[in-house]
């Protein structure tokens, strides 16, 4: 069955960077783009960036535009989204997800705190 993992959240400071991974499986992972999406507490869950099967097409939401990076691994079924200059507004639980006909596979998140 189709799983996503992730992983590599934790507490960092203001500035600070963090990289996210998501492990794939049960699927053709280099066949699906991937994104990524947080929820912070209260609020709804917001896309954050999507890349395409290959890694050629990258798009991002404006809060998050020039300080994160999401790539891919297809060799690894794993999907990184890289941030810097994290903000306490980052603060959220971060989720991937995939397409798959017309079903949404999410991870189970991994928490992100900006905090000093």
């Known amino acids: 069955q189709v799983q996503l993992v992730e992983s590599g959240g934790g507490l960092v400071q203001p500035g600070g960077s963090l990289r996210l991974s998501c492990v794939a499986s049960g699927f053709t992972f280099s066949t699906y783009a991937m994104r990524w999406y947080r929820q912070a507490p209260g609020k709804e869950r917001e896309w954050v960036a999507a890349?395409?099967?290959?890694?050629?097409?990258?798009n991002y939401g404006d809060s998050v535009k020039g300080r994160f990076t999401i790539s891919r691994d297809n060799t690894k079924n794993t999907v990184y989204l890289q941030m810097h200059s994290l903000k306490p507004e980052d603060t959220a639980i971060y989720y991937c997800?995939?397409?798959?006909?017309?079903?949404?596979?999410w991870g189970q998140g991994t928490q992100v705190t900006v905090s000093s």
């Open positions: 890349i395409s099967n290959y890694g050629t097409n990258t």
């Open positions: 997800k995939t397409v798959i006909g017309s079903y949404d596979y």
